[in-house]
């Protein structure tokens, strides 16, 4: 028999174990898809931020998060994908681990009105902003007013498919506090300062 068009045989071979197979099958068949939907796109369009999963040469893990504003990651058709990456700490994890293993996966969840999320999995390239500007000459110019991509994750869909709302918690966005608060260790401290017991 060909191998099932979605899943991996870890999946596979759990569903069997578990006597899910039935269930993950329709899932499949009326969830999963190749290609970013209209409705897909258009929801990637009003987030504002991403988390990423990415992995290195030897299957070692990351997880990180991306944010901007709302269309940061930019939909350039139903197959592809660009977000930029701005100057950080320099360590540069997600990227590192795409230079060695392009496979890329990432989760948008609106917290804030729908509770639904998208599971997006693909294959990404890193570009130089000026090169990539020159494939794709639609390339939002002001993604983050201030600065200045220093690269641009462009993602080739696989897959594309829901995340259910049943567990997704409802968050009201607040206001970011102007300036920073210097009683408040700095981010590189955050996990190092001790801090007074609560």
Not at 139 to 168: F, N, Q
Request: glycine share 8%.
């Amino acid at each position: 028999m060909p191998p099932p068009p979605f899943g991996s045989a870890g999946e596979h071979q759990l569903q069997q174990h578990m006597g899910t197979a039935d269930r993950a099958a329709r899932f499949y068949d009326q969830q999963v898809r190749r290609h970013l939907t209209p409705e897909m796109q258009e929801f990637i369009g009003r987030q504002a931020m991403v988390f990423l999963a990415t992995a290195d040469s030897h299957g070692e893990c990351d997880a990180s998060f991306r944010a901007g504003p709302p269309g940061f990651v930019h939909v350039i058709d139903a197959q592809t994908l660009a977000y930029p990456e701005f100057r950080g700490n320099g360590v540069l994890a997600s990227a590192g681990n795409m230079v060695e293993n392009p496979h890329l996966g990432m989760l948008f969840v609106d917290f804030t009105h729908h509770h639904v999320g998208l599971h997006v999995n693909g294959v990404a390239h890193l570009y130089h902003d000026s090169d990539l500007r020159r494939l794709r000459p639609g390339l939002p110019t002001d993604v983050a007013p201030g600065r200045s991509p220093e690269m641009w994750v462009h993602l080739t869909v696989e897959e594309a498919y829901i995340h259910c709302s049943k567990y997704i918690p409802h968050l009201v966005p607040a206001p970011r506090p102007a300036g920073r608060d210097v009683s408040r260790p700095k981010d590189s401290d955050y996990f190092t300062r001790p801090r007074a017991a609560y």
